[in-house]
């Protein structure tokens, strides 16, 4: 890839603050982007941002009052977006609430994403060139199982990794969706699986963490480095309309395993839904 290819783009990066996020922002600045640099640790963000030379902004998901307050100070700071990276995400070993009340996992992985995503549209479709939303899922998607009328996991028992797997599973279709709702507006979206990377990911389950951030763990998974290589290919690939609504396994496409993936009703509905539980006006509801 040739040098400075993001020369005057900027790029948004979410969950920029440690593991894949922090190294795809380091290598969307040596590509020349101007980078946002977006975490929830004051401390971590600001040294991440530091050390590329990057601005650092600060946003705790579990409450969508600041994922609102996020997206004035980016639509204030930014003239333009090209690339918004939606990779902030988490699992949680038991079953928790945000400040909205919504089950952790599914508001930090996919409802925050999602009204961010709607709060920064219209930039992204006024960027000059066209701009590109890539969203961090998991190839866990593929075990996930939507149910709309159990979203917060009130119902069925808190399983973690189902839970986590269905928060990637919204994130597949909301991919999809979006893509299809912004044909022909210049903004595009793809969503992709980084691989199995040693990160903090797992730092709410004592076992999972524990693993990821031992000698073996780093050993044998890969690095952040190796997971943000598909997030910059998907931002970068010279034809975004060829990978619009796409979902990459690293770095090569795949067709979702997933029936509900594919389901546009289920697609249709988990939008209004999501629009409804976000607040969001029928104006910008993409
Ligand atoms: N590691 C893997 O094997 C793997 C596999 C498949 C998918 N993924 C996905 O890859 C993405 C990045 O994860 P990672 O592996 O790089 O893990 P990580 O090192 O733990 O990074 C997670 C990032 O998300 C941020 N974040 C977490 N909760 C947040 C919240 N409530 N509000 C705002 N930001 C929050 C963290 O911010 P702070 O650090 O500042 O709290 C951090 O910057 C996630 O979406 C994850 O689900 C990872």
Redesign the pocket.
Known sequence: MSDLVLRGRTVVV?????????AAARRFTELGATVAV????PQ??AAVAKTIGAESHV????QLDDVRRLAEELLTRYPRIDVLAN?????FASRKESTDGHEMTFQ??YL?PFLLTNLLLDRLAQTPGGARVVN?????YRKGNLDLDDLDTTRNRYRWRSV?STS?LATVIFTRELARRQQGTGVTASAF???????????DSAINGAL?RSWLGKAL??T?EQ?AEPLVHLATTPDPVTIDGAYFHRLDREEPKNTQATDPALALRLWERSALLTGLSATNRG
Do not use: C, E, Q, W
């Open positions: 979410t969950g920029a603050s440690s593991g894949i996020g922090a977006i975490g929830r640790s971590k963000t946003v705790d998901f579990s990779n902030a995400g988490g699992i930090v992985n925050a961090t899922a998991s190839m866990d986590y990637k699986h980084p691989g199995v990377v040693a990160s903090d990911v797992g730092r990821m998974l890969s952040p997971g």
